[in-house]
């Protein structure tokens, strides 16, 4: 199987709704690695790596992301795979 990479911003009421955690539970889950960060903007920004299918299923969550959050839009762009080892939550 193919290894892509995505990354990205999401935007809407994605700050103090357990976004970036849910984000991390849901890439370990699906065996990604990677990162997620809060922007001083309000937007969170992700980056992700792993087997396509299971890059594409996480692009897809990331549209709802948790229960408490509400996605106005996702913006991800596929780049080069960077050897990322595990997924972590930026502070």
């Not at 009421?13 to 539970?25: D, H, N, P, S």
């Not at 396509?52 to 596929?78: F, I, N, Y």
Request: proline share 1%; net charge negative; glycine share 14%.
């Amino acid at each position: 199987m193919a290894r892509v990479c995505k990354h990205g911003y999401v935007s809407g009421k994605v700050q103090g709704v357990y976004f970036r955690q849910a984000t991390a539970e849901e890439a370990e889950r699906l065996g990604l690695d990677g990162w997620v960060q809060n922007l001083g903007d309000g937007r969170v920004e992700v980056l992700f790596e792993g087997e396509e299918a299971a890059v594409h299923e996480l692009a897809a969550w990331l549209e709802r992301g948790p229960s408490a959050a509400k996605v106005d839009s996702v913006e991800l762009q596929e780049q080069g795979v960077q050897g990322i080892a595990g997924f972590i939550v930026r502070r």
